[in-house]
């Protein structure tokens, strides 16, 4: 048990809303990244996903379309130490190692847009 974080990729387009859209309906998707149990950064999605307007109650099993806008923002939390103070159940704690591989992240969902694939976030737990 614990929380269960995966960025995916599928075909340009493919997602027609930035939140609360079916990845049951998307075509092929494959994972990009995976993180298990960094809250700090599960909290930073989270607000995204309602600043999106995401309109579920709780934010798990819910994805988020990343852009390049949002992934600049994330680099920016990221290396100014801002991502938010994030608990739950079984969530663990995020103690700032975890920078260096979220920043790979953002390298690797950038060359995926710049490729032509959306990128989306989902989580677990």
């Given at each position: ?23 049951s ?11 298990r ?9 989270e607000q995204l996903?309602?600043?999106k307007g ?14 390049l806008?949002d992934?600049a923002?994330l680099?920016l939390?990221?290396t ?10 079984f ?5 700032g190692s ?6 790979a ?9 710049e ?7 989902d989580?677990?737990?």
């Amino acid at each position: 048990m614990g929380l269960d974080m995966y960025a995916f990729v599928t075909a340009s387009g493919a997602i027609a809303q930035d939140v609360d859209f079916d990845t049951s309906a998307l075509p092929a998707t494959s994972e990009l990244h995976y993180w298990r149990k960094h809250p700090n950064l599960h909290g930073w999605m989270e607000q995204l996903y309602f600043a999106k307007g995401g309109q579920r109650e709780v934010f798990n099993c819910t994805p988020v379309r990343l852009t390049l806008d949002d992934l600049a923002e994330l680099e920016l939390a990221i290396t100014s130490g801002n991502l938010p103070p994030t608990s739950g159940f079984f969530f663990g704690e995020s103690d700032g190692s975890e920078n260096k591989d979220d920043l790979a992240f953002v390298a690797k969902a950038r060359e995926a847009i710049e490729a032509g694939e959306d990128v989306f976030y989902d989580s677990w737990w």
